[in-house]
């Protein structure tokens, strides 16, 4: 009767969390995530489509011979884009993926989910990494991945989780904090603060003998996924290279990491590099992502205050001034966290009556996403509360003049709320 118990609040969790994550990770230390999958295969309730990875998938075309086999013995019509694309698409991650996309669309018109079980035979592979990272974003608004591993996986949980598309269950709990295990006992403690131009202290001293800004930008790098491989920090940061050159130059760029805070930042252990446990970090995007997961908890009585010290974290883009793609990915993530977490406060505001507070909290969702009608119908509606018309005719007026510099127009939706505030 416990583990019946047991199974029943787990299964309850993983259902709440799975309305609005696009992926659920049920984590290594679950006792029950096998339980879980087998109900969730089993069940009459769900529509679940099951895929357990081999041996063989240690690339990314095995990965997909696999599961296309596998699926289609499940849905006839399984694989029919990616059987559609010319030989030369293989090399071409991005129309592979769309393709793979649009056959995961057409596996249901009902919700349903896609189950990667035995997700740590694909740990070596960093294209299936990288081709799962992606697919997130393009899976259909009615699909839910599940992913079991015996490990963590390779992926930026983190900034998956900062702009809501994914959680990490440890059977009835919902992991909200400590995602990697960064926090070590060693006695250097490094403060490392990525949100805004980015910076480290070493034991209250900031850091200032980097050699130039690559060592610096490796470490940031080091911290976004649980781990990481050479080739994976060869191809973020010197892809142009061949691959003996790049290696030569990461070498370079470790040691002086490694001399900047006079010790192995980086640790190699069976073919991965993470951050050295032996160091306790402290990293403010790691307790910007605690306090969302925690404000996102609306049966918690601190939610509020949660969101607001998300707010007071984002001292502004992740390290701002810096143009690498894969940077620039993680300001997108960690910038729709900001805005979700501004938007909320300004509801919460509007509630208290503090029609003001709220408007301020609007305008610096704007600063950060100026394309945002929505939030530009919410400030001129607010001046007009306020009654400051001219101002709301002002706010219009502007927002036509910057989106016709980019060959756009309000939407319809826009011009109307303007023509009502203008009636008054």
């Not at 995961?104 to 018109?109: H, N, P």
């Not at 294209?127 to 899976?139: A, S």
């Not at 001399?259 to 980086?266: F, G, N, P, T």
């Amino acid at each position: 009767m416990k583990l019946h118990r047991i199974l029943e609040e787990t299964f309850s969790v993983f259902q709440e969390q799975a309305e609005n994550a696009k992926i659920i990770l049920l984590h290594p230390r679950s006792r029950y995530r096998s339980l879980l999958i087998a109900r969730l295969i089993n069940s009459s309730e769900f529509t679940a489509f099951y895929y357990a990875l081999g041996p063989d998938d240690i690339n990314l075309q095995s990965f997909l011979s696999g599961i296309m086999h596998d699926l289609a013995n499940q849905h006839p019509t399984f694989g029919r884009h990616l059987n559609m694309l010319p030989p030369e698409a293989e090399a071409d991650q991005a129309t592979l993926l769309d393709a793979f996309a649009s056959d995961i669309s057409e596996l249901s018109s009902q919700p349903f989910f896609l189950i990667l079980d035995e997700y740590d035979r694909s740990d070596v592979a960093d294209d299936v990494q990288m081709f799962i990272e992606k697919l997130v974003g393009r899976l259909p608004q009615h699909c839910r991945l599940i992913v079991n591993s015996r490990t963590l996986p390779r992926l930026p949980w983190v900034s998956m989780i900062a702009r809501g598309d994914a959680v990490l269950l440890e059977d009835d709990a919902v992991i909200r904090r400590e995602f990697y295990d960064l926090q070590g006992k060693g006695s250097k403690m490094l403060e490392v603060y990525a949100l805004g131009p980015g910076f480290v202290l070493l034991n209250d001293q900031p850091i200032d003998t980097w050699e130039g800004h690559l060592p610096r930008l490796l470490f940031f790098f080091a911290l976004d996924r649980p781990v990481i491989t050479r080739s994976e920090i060869c191809q973020a940061f010197w892809p142009e290279l061949d691959i003996d050159q790049a290696v030569n130059v990461f070498h370079v760029t470790k040691r002086r990491l490694h001399k900047a805070l006079d010790m192995d930042v980086l640790v190699h252990d069976e073919g991965y590099y993470r951050v050295n446990p032996e160091l306790d970090v402290y990293y403010d995007v790691m307790q910007f992502v605690a306090h969302m997961m925690d404000a996102r908890n609306v049966t918690s009585q601190t939610h509020i205050a949660s969101w607001q010290r998300a707010i007071d974290l984002y001292r502004g883009p992740f390290l701002q001034g810096h143009t690498d793609s894969w940077i620039q990915d993680r300001r997108a993530d960690f910038r729709a966290g900001y805005l979700e977490a501004l938007m909320h406060m300004a509801k919460h505001r509007l509630a208290e009556n503090r029609p003001e507070h709220a408007l301020g909290l609007f305008q610096r969702a704007l600063v950060e996403d100026n394309h945002r009608e929505d939030l530009h119908r919410e400030v001129m509606g607010l001046f007009a509360q306020l009654g400051r018309r001219s101002e709301a005719a002002a706010h219009y007026q502007k927002l036509c003049d910057d989106f016709s510099k980019v060959g756009l127009l309000p939407t319809e939706e826009t011009h109307r709320a303007y023509e009502a505030i203008m009636k008054g």
